[in-house]
């Protein structure tokens, strides 16, 4: 096996690795707390409920069954709100860990080639694929490029196994699990899981909280999540060549 | 209407739901991939077909993944023909062979999206795998 097929062996191993070891400190730090295990089963419960509801109501619906719903769902979103931020705490322990892990493997894969891309990236992406390698041959793969595909994959996966199907990663109440990838999002990633999970309900948004929804979630934390996983890689610049 | 094209099953009673979701996990991933593989079938859980859906496109980006890099195909040819076939195929899977009523679950490009992005990462990385394995080993 060469050198180089020896590294891209070991860096899909690496983010199997640290998926799984994203996905243990969360165990640990909350899915297997009390709390939250209370929380989501109130929150699927009252979803559910919700939904059932929506389903039932008429055009001619009175005022009342209408307000009674809102109430329904402020209920739901708070709840949802308090699932978030037990998740927070997993968030920084991931993001410290992986902080000082892509420092270490950073420095240990610095300038090799670690595959061969069967295309040429686009322009702006090459800066990433291309980081820190000499040459001018843009089928050149870094570290930190592969490392990111395969953390876009393997992560979604293996949080998908372990919220018990793909929904884990649909549902608003577990967008922070999508969260602890390399999928950038933001307050606007959170906000259009949240406006897309109650056009699934059907639920009409209502106009003056259209907006008031994304300042009452918590921050999302994938962008600090990112910017500390790929800080030290992101801010030292490509190597110059002679 | 969209009822009357699917097949009815007789749904589980609750204990036996609980029995299956807790005890039979295996059972019931079986019971879900029998109706994937049946032709029209009833999707009482939305999330179960999605979650279908979504599984059958990280199968579909793995093959496809190994092809290319195995013949190997590359550029962004390569690229835009897994789209148009990973797009392509899972319409045929939810529209003809499924028959399910789109608006049910926000429309064919909600379908369409449903990990879409994670499946063009899995297949990029076992493209690549497979190509630097094969061709430059």
Redesign the interface.
Known sequence: ??T??AD??LI?FISVCTALLAEGITWVLVYRTEKYKRLKAEVEKQSKKLEKKKETITESAGRQQKKKIERQEEKLKNNNRDLSMVRMKSMFAIGFCFTALMGMFNSIFDGRVV??????PLSYIQGLSHRNLLGEDYTD?SFIF?YI??T???R??SV?FSSG???GL?NPYSRSAEEMTL?PTSNRGVRMGLV?WL??MKAPLPQNKCMDQTDSLPPSTAGSFIKSDLCPVLCKGTRQTN | MSGARRKEEPPLSHPQQHLVANGGGGALRGSVWGKALRSDSAWED???F??VI??FR?IIAVILGVI??VV?????V??AIFCLINAGVLYLYFSSFQQIDEEE??GTW?LTK??F???F??F??V???F???I???
């Not at chain 1, 595959?115 to 040429?120: D, V």
């Not at chain 2, 190997?72 to 962004?76: C, D, N, Q, V």
Request: glycine content about 8%; some cysteine.
């Open positions: 096996m060469s180089m097929f891209t062996v899909v595959a061969k891309l069967p295309f040429i793969c592969l595909l395969c876009m994959s393997i979604q996966i998908a199907g793909a929904k649909r999928v897309k056009n699934r | 939305k999330d179960e999605l979650d979504y599984w990280q290319w890099g190997p195909l590359k550029g962004f390569g690229i679950y926000g909600e449903e990990g992005m994670t499946s990462a899995l990029l990385v493209w690549i795998i190509y630097t394995a061709h430059y080993d």
